[in-house]
T-cell receptor, first 112, second 111 residues
Framework: GDSVTQMEGPVTLSEEAFLTINCTYT??????LFWYVQYPGEGLQLLLK?????DKGSNKGFEATYRKETTSFHLEKGSVQVSDSAVYFC???????????FGTGTSLTVIP | DTAVSQTPKYLVTQMGNDKSIKCEQN?????MYWYKQDSKKFLKIMFS???????INETVPNRFSPKSPDKAHLNLHINSLELGDSAVYFC??????????FGPGTRLTVT
């Protein structure tokens, strides 16, 4: 079945460091891929998405490129800020419906 | 103008009790969901429901049941609560093929 594998956390970075959170997926067909963010004490928010191969999703300085050849959707940011501290979830939605498959989440802490 | 709302935000109750969490969406979506987020932050789908089909994750105990009085609401009923039910429960909604919107979550603590 469909699934998402996400790098284990927690991740701790200094402000202005480069961030990469790895995500790979297994799916039949052509899924859509997402990154969601959960700030402390809040619900899930869509950060970015890509709906087909080679698409790049971007938002708030974060980017991720849908790589079908490597079945990956890694999240990157060139310079993180303290306010980026949150839990990040990679997710996919299969082309057969609206069910989402989430990764386990990666906790990011950015220190000044 | 809240898109997906849940009540209550926090719920503390004792083992063996029966409780409900309410969810409402004002987006005109046709599909609603319940997710459980455990202490390790893993998010797992429990139910997917529209007016035609209820899809149940087979790992969800039958003590959990979704009830939808209308297209805008999907409530979660939990019978005979257990300690392991403690988690954050997220409601969500979408239109088929569209973006999914999540509610703010309900933190359930079973003592």
């Amino acid at each position: 079945g469909d699934s998402v594998t996400q790098m284990e956390g927690p991740v701790t970075l200094s402000e202005e460091a480069f961030l990469t959170i790895n995500c790979t997926y297994t799916a039949t067909g052509y899924p859509s891929l997402f990154w969601y963010v959960q700030y402390p004490g809040e619900g899930l928010q869509l950060l970015l998405k890509a709906t087909k191969a080679d698409d790049k999703g971007s938002n708030k300085g974060f980017e991720a490129t849908y790589r079908k050849e490597t079945t990956s959707f890694h999240l990157e940011k060139g310079s993180v800020q303290v306010s980026d501290s949150a839990v990040y979830f990679c997710a996919l939605s299969g082309n057969t419906g609206n069910q989402f498959y989430f990764g386990t989440g990666t906790s990011l802490t950015v220190i000044p | 103008d809240t898109a997906v709302s849940q009540t209550p935000k926090y719920l503390v109750t004792q083992m063996g009790n029966d409780k409900s969490i309410k969810c409402e969406q004002n987006l005109g979506h046709d599909t609603m969901y319940w997710y459980k987020q455990d202490s390790k932050k893993f998010l797992k789908i429990m139910f997917s429901y529209n007016n035609k089909e209820l899809i149940i994750n087979e790992t969800v105990p039958n003590r959990f049941s979704p009830k939808s009085p209308d297209k805008a609401h999907l409530n979660l009923h939990i019978n005979s609560l257990e300690l392991g039910d403690s988690a954050v429960y997220f409601c969500a909604s979408s239109l088929r093929g569209g973006r999914t919107y999540f509610g703010p979550g309900t933190r359930l603590t079973v003592t």
